[in-house]
């Protein structure tokens, strides 16, 4: 069974950066779309990144557009959520998420692998 677990997050002042990583293990044959999702206190998940397990494809919610990368590394079985320039509304509990689906999704819905998620807390 696909098993995910996300790391780095912390506390970061405002503009600083962060580098979250999320291993999976278990087999990245059965994952075609990685993604990471951000929950604040009293908001519903929300989309940030997704990748295509091969690297290539990006797409990122406006709100982080031109701050945060997504990458990965197949020979670590790990995907990367760089975060630049970091604002006190970034602050969030961030999942990666992965799914078999070839098309890509933004909905938590479309995603049946998460982890167990990493806080990031920036503050002003």
């Known amino acids: 069974q696909v098993q995910l677990v996300e790391s780095g997050g912390g506390l970061v002042q405002a503009g600083g950066s962060l580098r979250l990583s999320c291993a999976v293990s278990?087999?990245?044959?059965?994952?075609?779309?990685m993604a990471w999702f951000r929950q604040a206190p009293g908001k519903e998940r929300a989309f940030v990144a997704i990748i295509r397990w091969s690297g290539a494809s990006t797409y990122y919610a406006d709100s982080v557009k031109g701050r945060f990368t997504i990458s990965r590394d197949n020979a670590e079985n790990t995907v990367y959520l760089q975060m630049n320039s970091l604002k006190p509304e970034d602050t969030a509990v961030y999942y990666c998420?992965?799914?078999?689906?070839?098309?890509?999704?933004?909905?938590?819905?479309?995603?049946?692998?998460w982890g167990q998620g990493t806080q990031v807390t920036v503050s002003s």
């Open positions: 998420a992965g799914t078999p689906v070839v098309e890509g999704a933004t909905t938590t819905r479309a995603y049946p692998y």
């Open positions: 278990g087999g990245t044959f059965s994952i075609y779309n």
